[in-house]
């Protein structure tokens, strides 16, 4: 089959432009398979367009998602499986074959889609578009809440429309074009052309360490951050592809050949840290660029000229801000790839604390692409497609607006997810807002959130522009058998996450029977925080479940007393403690519910009464306590924890009083802790949280008579007598 002159006419456009030229293959089997022959063909034979005629002695890497066999094309295929953040780690290919006749994994393909090289061809093969989005994919069974299987797929409906921006190659010819129309190439242009491609294919090292203005940009604000004023640390984001990662190798190289030697990098794992070590050994080869993990770092603080943290947004907001406390040259670097990787979100959320405590910060985002050049035409179809364009700045300044309004008139109501398919620009706000309440929103999110049919959204909105969204998901309601054998550890079912917990970490598998609901995100813009929209969110949402005979509403997050406090004065109840911390608040999660209907209460209460009472009994010193335990403030304890009270009798007073007068604590710890049970919650008082963390926590006694010593004998008095 001969290759469609339009198709070659794109593929000339794209090698002049640097650009990467998206072809979407659709039809029968027999067809696709000669027309993916064909294309293919186009960048390994002798006549490729790459290569202006010459022979290529660089054979191109073809990588494929699914299964490739069928095809038996006759080049080298690596197939591509595994979890998409990790399979095509530091894979670089002239050709990327996206298979939809087999299960499509899409967040692998938005991650492969990142490793096509300019000049690239990307191939999307599909049965005619009809059959394609009648047909299940049947990879979508890992994101669907149980018993669900896969279906005629909402998400495809959503791609089919962005993908249409690629060449389409079909029975009745080709649709499509790419924009620009290309100047006349001659032939020794497209010899020229060749020539610099194999000259760039064969040289090992650049003749500058820099691949854009972008990134040499990034490397002098970097040295910058060494040798200007200090206390003046540099946010530094960009797209994926955009050298900000080198950018850190090229700086430290740099600023260590000038004997600037003491820098370290962290990140969240020690993955995200090879590219800037790799760029800082080819620079350097004599030297070393140290890796750190997060809590190394806090705990030796060691003496550095310069901290690096790459993909600084996977890194909690709390650990952030001890390191820029204790560092006073400090570059955090992110990626900020629309919703994906949330490096907005992270910037919003830490310059809040940067403004506060670090007033000459500085802000650069690197723009240019470095494997291919800007307005790409695939960039611009991933984006679009998997909504990685939605903008957190432009709902900033849209929701400004709105906030300006001395009085809010505001609406909630339940959207049908699928119907924001056709609305693509509330659910753009929808994910723009999500992707700030959370540090790992991801292309997984959007995808279950179109496909899986136990997912609810609810939305606050005003003058048309939305404020605040609540993501639930339907849970529960499994049957007696399968409920008991979650409550032995003898199965697990896909999502249910509340009922599971019920049934198997509090042993009440009746619970996992119930109609449930859980609340998986629930924000409101910070713009229009504290002026009730959230109560007012939930309040409708809450009336709206109980018509849909939910019994249970729950939650789970990060413990702050922020937060336990909004959701305990909405009428939830602690109930779980987890022993891991949460990434994005360094605290441990908490699983809070609400029962819907009376008859639940005096079970719910229970159920909140033991875990109140274990909870003294764990956070006690010398008793056995997770380090999730130990990270609960005082704070926290105070509004959750139900102590054992016992009076003191009149001497007993007299005695603790008369040693804490002299600021001796050691010898009353018993009276102490007998007089902190029983008056903790009712009495309001600053020392009453140190006693918490002293007696609860097993912090140091010199700590709390430090604090002590600020309380005149007279004052001590009136509080323990």
Not at 149 to 177: C, I, M
Not at 347 to 354: A, D, G, N
Not at 526 to 534: A, D, H, K, M, N
Request: with cysteine; aromatic share 8%; hydrophobic share 45%.
């Amino acid at each position: 089959m001969n290759l469609p002159q339009a198709i070659r006419q794109a593929q000339q456009l794209c090698q002049t432009q640097r650009w990467r030229l998206p072809l979407w293959l659709q039809g029968e089997f027999s067809f696709v398979s000669e027309a993916l022959q064909s294309a293919v063909a186009a960048y390994c034979q002798d006549d490729s367009p790459q290569l202006g005629g010459q022979q290529n002695p660089y054979f191109p890497r073809i990588l494929c998602i699914g299964d490739v066999e069928p095809f038996n094309l006759p080049w080298p295929v690596q197939s591509i499986k595994g979890p998409a953040r990790t399979a095509v780690l530091g894979h670089e290919a002239e050709v990327l074959i996206i298979n939809s006749f087999s299960p499509v994994d899409w967040e692998l393909v938005a991650a492969a889609s990142g490793t096509l090289k300019a000049g690239g061809l990307w191939l999307l093969i599909s049965p005619a578009i009809d059959s394609w989005l009648a047909a299940p994919n049947a990879a979508a069974k890992r994101l669907l809440t149980f018993p669900q299987q896969p279906a005629a797929s909402p998400f495809a409906k959503l791609l089919a429309p962005q993908f249409q921006q690629a060449l389409q190659w079909r029975h009745d010819g080709v649709l499509g074009e790419i924009q620009q129309t290309p100047p006349q190439i001659t032939t020794e242009t497209a010899a020229k052309l060749a020539s610099d491609r194999v000259t760039e294919l064969a040289e090992a090292q650049p003749a500058t360490p820099y691949a854009s203005n972008d990134q040499a940009s990034a490397v002098a604000a970097i040295i910058h951050v060494m040798t200007g004023h200090r206390r003046r640390p540099l946010v530094l984001t960009a797209h994926r592809g955009r050298g900000k990662s080198a950018a850190l190798g090229i700086a430290a190289a740099q600023l260590a050949l000038s004997g600037r030697e003491r820098i370290v990098i962290c990140a969240p794992h020690p993955d995200a840290a090879i590219v800037a070590q790799q760029q800082f050994a080819l620079l350097a080869p004599d030297k070393q660029l140290a890796f750190m993990p997060v809590d190394r770092l806090l705990s030796e603080r060691p003496e550095l000229d310069l901290l690096l943290i790459d993909e600084a947004a996977g890194v909690p907001i709390p650990h952030l801000e001890q390191l820029t406390a204790h560092y006073s040259r400090i570059v955090f670097a992110s990626t900020e790839h629309g919703y994906e990787g949330t490096g907005r979100g992270f910037t919003v959320r830490f310059q809040q604390y940067l403004n506060k405590n670090c007033p000459g910060w500085k802000k650069l985002h690197l723009s240019q692409p470095i494997r291919y050049a800007a307005n790409d035409p695939l960039e611009q179809l991933i984006f679009s497609a998997f909504l990685l364009d939605c903008d957190t700045e432009q709902l900033w300044q849209t929701v400004a607006d709105v906030a300006a309004q001395p009085a809010l008139a505001v609406e909630c109501m339940r959207v049908a997810i699928r119907d924001l398919i056709a609305e693509p620009r509330l659910l753009r706000q929808v994910f723009a807002l999500l992707s700030l309440a959370h540090y790992q929103t991801s292309l997984r999110d959007l995808w279950a959130l179109c496909d899986d049919t136990s997912l609810q959204l609810t939305l606050i909105q005003s003058s048309g522009v939305v404020l605040g969204v609540a993501l639930i998901g339907i849970e529960g309601e499994l049957d007696c058998s399968l409920s008991q054998q979650i409550a032995k550890g003898e199965r697990r079912v896909q999502g249910h996450l509340l009922a599971q917990s019920l049934a198997f970490h509090l042993q009440a598998p009746e619970l996992a029977s119930k109609k449930l609901a859980r609340i998986q995100r629930i924000v409101v813009h910070p713009l229009v925080q504290r002026r009730g929209l959230g109560e007012t969110l939930l309040e409708h949402l809450t009336l709206d479940l109980v018509t849909q005979q939910i019994q249970i509403l729950g939650t789970s997050f990060g413990a702050s007393i922020e937060l336990a406090t909004f959701w305990q004065r909405s009428g939830f109840s602690p109930i779980r403690l987890s022993h891991k911390l949460e990434q994005a608040s360094n605290a441990p999660s908490v699983l809070m519910v609400k029962p819907l209907h009376d008859y639940l209460q005096t079970c719910v209460s229970s159920l909140s009464d033991d875990f109140r009472r274990q909870l003294y009994w764990q956070t006690l010193p010398g008793q056995f306590r997770n380090k999730a335990q130990q990270k609960l403030s005082p704070e926290i304890l105070r509004l959750w924890v139900d102590a054992p009270k016992q009076q003191l009798s009149a001497h007993q007073r007299m005695v603790l009083c008369h040693s804490i007068r002299q600021y001796k604590v050691e010898p009353v710890l018993t009276l102490l802790q007998m007089w902190l049970n029983l008056h903790f919650a009712s009495i309001d008082h600053p020392l009453i949280e140190p006693m918490i963390a002293l007696l609860w926590q097993g912090q140091p006694i010199a700590e709390f008579e430090s604090i002590l010593r600020h309380y005149s004998g007279a004052e001590l008095e009136i509080l323990f007598l």
